[in-house]
């Protein structure tokens, strides 16, 4: 038996499902906010993709099946993958055009990082690349909430990077206990809801509402 279906219930590798099933349905909300912006379909398979590579990888050893580390390992090329094109799109949408140096950044690190996953033989080295991409994405998107004036909008994703920046030390950990697989498996759903949330207040223009509101209060008071 694998070690991996000693340690993790298929109750755990269950619920490894849902954040990446969010964090998918919040990335494709993302094209109604950016309209005539190719690419975001792109990145939310290549994302989802990761996610769902990592936890059937999880499933299948947590159903007494043989351990996948190739599978597992999937997870933070794709990712790698998946936030650099959703980087390039959406700075590109708050910029009017890609910047040039995001255009040289995102191609040169991913190379940079995979080179060096090969030269350690471990997928680790592109934690690296994913965590700067997820986290530029992350800016531009706060940006972009800001200059709508919607602050709770920039205050949801603030809260969903930095959990994932929490998050992608503590997954990339050998000593996986279950109580710990637990804590960052709902740490994670928590802040995909977040995200979910940010994006569709984005995409439906709710800070425009949400602006107007407030203007109305304001004026009321005077």
């Known amino acids: 038996m694998a070690a991996e279906a000693v340690q993790y219930p298929i109750s755990l590798a269950v619920e490894d499902y849902l954040p990446v099933l969010l964090t998918v349905a919040g990335v494709l909300l993302l094209r109604r906010a950016l309209p005539g912006r190719p690419g975001i379909g792109v990145a939310a398979a290549l994302i989802g993709a990761g996610g769902f590579a990592k936890a059937t990888a999880k499933f299948i050893a947590a159903a007494d099946g043989p351990e996948l580390p190739w599978l597992r390992d999937l997870l933070f090329p794709l990712l790698t993958l998946g936030f650099g094109v959703l980087c390039l799109v959406v700075g590109g949408a708050r910029e009017g055009r890609v910047p040039r140096w995001l255009a040289y950044l995102v191609p040169g690190l991913t ?33 972009m909430a800001r200059a709508r004036g919607d602050g709770r909008t920039a205050a949801l994703f603030g809260a969903q990077l930095l959990v994932f920046f929490l998050l992608g030390p503590l997954a990339s950990r050998p000593d996986q206990t279950v109580a710990l697989q637990w804590v960052e498996q709902l740490c994670n759903t928590t802040a995909q809801v977040a995200f979910c949330v940010a994006a569709w207040r984005l995409s439906s223009g709710r800070a425009t509402v949400d602006d107007q509101v407030v203007a109305d209060d304001e004026a009321g008071l005077r």
């Open 111 to 143: 190379a940079l990082c995979a080179v060096g996953a090969l030269l350690a033989r471990d997928p680790i080295p592109m934690l690296v690349s994913t965590t700067v991409f997820a986290t530029l994405t992350g800016i531009y998107l706060i940006a």
